[in-house]
Nanobody, 126 residues
Framework: QVQLVESGGGLVQAGGSLRLSCAASGRTFSRSAMGWFRQAPGKEREFVAAAGWSGITNYGNSVKGRFAITRDNAKNSVFLQLNTLKPEDTAVYYC????????????????????WGQGTQVTVSS
C-alpha cells in the first residue's frame, strides 16, 4: 500500500521561505514522477512542480524562479523549496506520485498522478 506523508507547512510572512517534504513508502519509485500540487480555498487544485525519474523538472508558471523541487531516490522522498512567498501562494500543498514506468518528462495534470498525500497547509501573511 503506497503512502505519502507531507510535512513542513506552516505560517510565514510574505517574502519568506518554507521547505516541504514528502516521504513515500509502499513500493519503489525509481521510474515514477513525484510532484506537488496546491489547492486554495474555492479554487481548483493546480500543478506546482514535478520531478521526473529522469531528472527533468517542470514548474507551474506562477512559481517559476521562486520554487525548487528536488528528490532523493534513495529515501523515496521529494522536497519543495518555497522562496519569496506571496499571499497568493496560500493553499494546501499535496504531494503526488505517478504509477511506475512514467514518461521521462513529468506530467503536469492531476490525472497523471496515481497516489496522493493528505496535504500540508501553507499560509502566507501580507
Amino acid at each position: 500500500q503506497v503512502q505519502l506523508v507531507e510535512s513542513g507547512g506552516g505560517l510565514v510572512q510574505a517574502g519568506g521561505s518554507l521547505r516541504l517534504s514528502c516521504a513515500a513508502s509502499g513500493r519503489t519509485f525509481s521510474r515514477s514522477a513525484m510532484g506537488w500540487f496546491r489547492q486554495a480555498p474555492g479554487k481548483e487544485r493546480e500543478f506546482v512542480a514535478a520531478a521526473g525519474w529522469s531528472g527533468i523538472t517542470n514548474y507551474g508558471n506562477s512559481v517559476k524562479g521562486r520554487f525548487a523541487i528536488t528528490r532523493d531516490n534513495a529515501k523515496n522522498s521529494v522536497f519543495l523549496q518555497l522562496n519569496t512567498l506571496k499571499p497568493e501562494d496560500t493553499a494546501v500543498y499535496y504531494c503526488a506520485v505517478t504509477a511506475n514506468f512514467a514518461p521521462p518528462v513529468p506530467g503536469i495534470r492531476l490525472d497523471d498522478y496515481t497516489y496522493w498525500g493528505q496535504g500540508t497547509q501553507v499560509t502566507v501573511s501580507s
